[in-house]
C-alpha cells in the first residue's frame, strides 16, 4: 500500500523542483508536440477494418521510435495474435510505486466521410480544437502521458516513479489479444497502479475522476428468409421479410416507457445508494447538458433516472447498425434474403456479460417466426468496472487535477466501456486511475472528432503532476490494495 | 371494335404464308439474334443510379439503330426530363389494327454484386439460360418482340398489323417521364392496342396471359435523431436511437398474422367472386410451386388465402431496405443520426396510391415518438389494373401463345405492377394485352437474373403469331372497347 501520511514531505522538495523545470519543458515545446500529435493522427490506424492493418503497423512503429528518442527503454513492438503492443518502460526509482500507463493507438472507423468537414486523417487546429479520427480517442490524451514522460527525462533525467507504457491497437474492437497478452508478459507488465486517460471531463473547468464504467457486449443478429432476394411485387404478402422480422425482433428489445424488455434483464442490476446518487444530481451533467452536447431535442430512457444515470449507472441496449436490402439511390423492389443488425449493449454492476447474453439468446428464439431463421454472432465483451474514492492513488489523481486544471476534480461516472479496466484487474490485480483530458462534445467515435488543446497543454501538466504526487509514496508491504470491484461474480 | 366472325378467315390465308416464312427466318437467325440480345444485355442501362445516365443513352441509340436496320421506319431518339424513349413505327396495313408494342430498356440495380456468378454486365448462356442484369426484365422479352418484327419485315417486306414501339428508359423508376410523353405524343402513340411482354408464365409449358396487376406505392421513411452520430457507450440509454424507433415504426405495420395494420388500409380491396378464386386454384400456382420458386421454406401472409393470392389479389407490404449507422465489419459503438428505410406497397383495386399513402402518413405520425421526427417521402406509385378475358385481342393473344407455345394458356394474376399500362389506360384509352415470356425462378431484380431461351424463341413465335391474328381482323368503328376497369375512382 501506498503511504500516505507525513513521512512522505521529505520526498517532496526533489518533486516540486523536477516538476518546475518540466512544466516549463513542456511550456517551451507545445507547437513540437503539437505536431508529433499530428503525426501519429495521420496514421489511419482503424483496428476493426482489415484493410488498415499496416496503418496500425506503422503507428505502432512511429510510437515505438518516438518512446526510444525521448529515453524510453527496453521499447518494444510486440506481436500479438491481432495488432501489435507497444511496450517501453522506465524503471529507476526504487521504492517507488510502478504506474502502467495504459492508453490505444487505434481508432474507430472514420465513416460516414462525407460528414467529415476536413478529411478524418489530415489533422487540423481550428479554433482551440484539433481535428482529426482518434484526435481526443485515444491518440491526444495517451500523448498527453508520452509529453509528461519526455519532460521529466529531458529535465531530470529519470521519471519520479517507475514507469511502464502500454499502449495497445486494439481498443476500439474490444481488445481481443489483449488477455492473452496480459497471462503472457504478466510479470513484465504488472505494476502497482494502472492509469489510463480514454474519457471525457465534463468541461474544461470541470475536471473529474472517472470512478465507474459500464460494461459492454456487442452482438450482430442476423435474419435469413429466402435463398435469395425476391421481387417484392411478384412474392410481397407471400413470403416472409428478413428486414420486416429483423424490425419486429428489434421493436420486441424495448419497452414503451423505453426499459429494455428481455425477460431478466434487470434481475442483477445493482441499485445505486440514495447517497450516491444526491452526489451524482450535485456533480454531474444535467439533462440540459447532456441534450446540448448530445445535440438531441430530447430525452430518451428509463422513467424515474436522470439523463446522466440513465447513461451511467443504468444498462442499455443501442442499435449501432442495420444493413439490409437496397439502399441505393430511387427504389427497388426486392425482398431481400437476409438483414442484419448491430446490438451493443451497456453492463452495469452486476449484470455479467455471458449471462445477458445468454437472456438475448433466449428472447430473440422467442420471437423468431418460423418462417425465417435468426443468428446471434457475439462481437465482443466486457465486465463493468467500479473504483474506490479513498485509494491513495486516487488522492494523487485528485492533487494532480488541482495543479494541472487549476481546479478540484470530482468523481464521475461513464456510460462507456474500457475492457482493459476489467482485463488488468482480472489478469493481473491492478487497479486502473481512469483520468481523463477528452470532452463531451469531441465527437468521438463521430465525423469530425476533435480534441479541446487547452485540455492537452492542461493534461499534459496533470500528468507531470500524478507522478510526480505518486512518485511521494514509498511502496510498503499490503500492496496492491483492491479498490476494483470485480463486477458480479458469477 | 375488332371483329371476330367468320367473315375475317379471307384474310387467314396470306397471314399463315407470311408466318411460315416469318418463322422459318426466325429459325435460321436464332444465333444472331441471341448475339443481338447479349449486346443489347452489355449496356448498363440501370435507370435508378445517376452515374449510368450514358449507358442508358447508348443502349437507346443502339436499339434505335437496331429497330432502323430491320425496316422499322420514323426511328427517333425521344428527349424526356430523364432518360430517353425509343419510338419506331411500321403502319402500311390500312383497315387493320395498331398495334403498340410497348418494352422497357432499362434495368433494375445489379446489387448485391458479389452474389452474381458471372458479372451482370457480360451476358453468359449456361445450359438453357442467358444470365445477365435485364436479361428476362425486359430486355429478352422486348427483343423477341423486335425479331418478330424483323422477321416479317425481311421475309414479306411488311407487317400483317401497324406497329408502333415505344420502348421506355425509366421502368424500373416507375416511368416518372412517361405521363408527360404520352399527353405530349398522344396523337403519334394512339392505337388500337397495346402488347407488353415484362412479366412470367408459370412455366415453359404452361403459357398465360396476365389479366391483372397490383399498383404499387414506393415510399422512403427516414427517422432523424441527435444531429450528429452519438458514442453508444456515453448516450446509450439517454438518447432515442433512430433505429430502433424506425425499427418499431416498422414493426407496427403488420400484426401477428401478417395483414397490415395500417387504419383503413383493407377497406377498399375488392373482393374476388368465388369462381375467380376457384378459376386461381385450378389455374394458377401451388403454394409449394410459389415456394420453390422463392426458394423459401415457409409461406407468409394473410390467413385465409394461398399464397397465390396473397402475392396477386391481395395487397402487400414490403420493406425493401433499411440503412442505417454502422455496416462495416466489427463492432461500431454507435447512435446514428439517422435511419432510412425504403418501403413498396403492392395495391389491388379499388385501393388508390394517393389514398394509401394519406393512411401511411397518418400511421407514422402516430407512431413517431416526440424523441425524434419522421419523414416520409413518396419514391412512385402506380394503380392497380385489371383485363376482361373476352376482348378479341386476348383471344388473339390465346392463339398466339396456342401457336408459339404449342400449348393452350390460362389467365393469370400477377402481384407485379407495370405502371404503364394504368397510364396508357389513363392517357389514351389504350387497353393492354399482357403476354409474357419469362418463368418465376428468371431472378428478376436479384443477383444471377437469367431468361430461359426456349421461351425466347417461343416468345418470337408467339409475337409473330398475335400480330398474324391481329392482322385478320379489321378495325370497325366503336373501338376501343374497354376493357380495363379503372381501378378505384376517387
Known amino acids: 500500500m501506498f503511504t500516505d501520511n507525513n513521512s512522505t514531505q521529505k520526498f517532496s522538495g526533489m518533486s516540486i523542483h523536477s516538476n518546475t523545470s518540466a512544466l516549463a519543458y513542456c511550456q517551451m515545446h507545445r507547437p513540437r508536440f503539437l505536431e508529433e500529435l499530428k503525426t501519429l493522427i495521420r496514421f489511419a490506424s482503424i483496428s476493426g477494418q ?112 517507475n514507469v511502464k507504457c502500454l499502449f495497445e491497437g486494439e481498443e476500439e474492437i474490444g481488445s481481443p489479444s489483449l488477455p492473452a497478452f496480459l497471462t503472457r508478459y504478466k510479470d513484465k507488465i504488472t505494476a502497482d497502479i494502472a492509469v489510463l486517460s480514454d474519457m471525457p471531463i465534463p468541461a474544461p473547468n470541470r475536471p473529474a475522476i472517472t470512478e465507474s464504467m459500464r460494461g459492454a457486449l456487442s452482438l450482430e443478429l442476423e435474419v435469413r428468409g429466402a435463398r435469395r432476394d425476391l421481387h417484392s411485387g411478384l412474392y410481397g404478402g407471400a413470403i416472409h421479410n428478413p428486414l420486416q422480422v429483423l424490425s419486429e425482433i428489434i421493436a420486441s428489445l424495448h419497452d414503451k416507457a423505453g426499459r429494455v424488455r428481455i425477460s431478466g434483464f434487470y434481475d442483477r442490476v445493482r441499485d445505486l445508494s440514495q447517497e450516491d446518487r444526491a452526489y451524482m444530481k450535485a456533480h454531474g451533467q444535467s439533462d440540459a447538458e447532456i441534450l446540448r452536447h448530445a445535440g438531441a431535442a430530447a430525452g430518451y430512457g428509463e422513467p424515474g433516472y436522470t439523463l446522466y444515470e ?71 465483451s466486457a465486465k463493468p468496472a467500479m473504483t474506490d474514492r479513498d485509494h491513495p492513488a486516487i488522492r494523487a489523481a485528485c492533487t494532480a ?90
Chains 1, 2 share one sequence.
Open 50 to 161: 482489415p484493410e488498415h492493418v499496416n496503418d496500425l503497423k506503422g503507428c505502432a512503429a512511429w510510437l515505438a521510435d518516438h518512446l526510444c528518442r525521448i529515453g524510453m527503454e527496453q521499447v518494444t513492438v510486440v506481436s500479438t495474435g491481432g495488432h501489435p503492443v507497444v511496450y517501453a518502460e522506465s524503471c529507476h526509482a526504487p521504492q517507488r510505486p510502478t504506474v502502467l500507463i495504459y492508453g490505444h493507438y487505434d481508432v474507430q472507423p472514420a465513416d460516414p466521410l462525407d460528414e467529415w468537414r476536413s478529411p478524418p486523417f489530415e489533422p487540423i487546429v481550428r479554433g482551440n480544437y484539433l481535428y482529426g479520427r482518434g484526435a481526443s480517442d485515444d491518440k491526444g490524451q495517451l500523448f498527453a502521458h508520452v509529453v509528461a514522460l519526455e519532460a521529466f527525462l529531458r529535465t531530470s533525467g529519470k521519471l519520479p516513479v
Open 310 to 380: 440513465s447513461s451511467t449507472i443504468r444498462p442499455a441496449l443501442s442499435i449501432n447498425g442495420i444493413a439490409g436490402g437496397y439502399q441505393g439511390n430511387g427504389p427497388k423492389a426486392v425482398i431481400p434474403d437476409r438483414a442484419v443488425a448491430k446490438l451493443d449493449f451497456r453492463l452495469v454492476p452486476d449484470q455479467n456479460p455471458e449471462h445477458i447474453e445468454r437472456l438475448f439468446r433466449r428472447h430473440v428464439d422467442r420471437y423468431t417466426p418460423a418462417t425465417v431463421r435468426a443468428f446471434v454472432r457475439k462481437q465482443f
Open 401 to 490: 487535477y488541482q495543479f494541472g486544471f487549476g481546479i478540484k476534480p470530482a468523481f464521475q461516472r461513464s456510460g462507456g466501456t474500457l475492457p482493459v479496466v476489467a482485463m488488468l484487474r482480472d489478469s493481473l490485480g491492478m487497479d486502473t486511475i481512469m483520468m481523463g483530458f477528452a470532452l463531451p462534445d469531441d465527437a468521438i467515435h463521430a465525423p469530425n472528432e476533435k480534441f479541446h488543446l487547452p485540455n492537452f497543454y492542461k493534461g499534459i501538466s496533470a500528468s507531470i503532476h500524478f507522478m510526480a504526487e505518486m512518485g511521494k509514496q514509498p511502496v510498503i508491504a499490503g500492496y496492491p490494495l483492491r479498490f476494483f470491484e470485480a463486477a458480479g461474480t458469477f
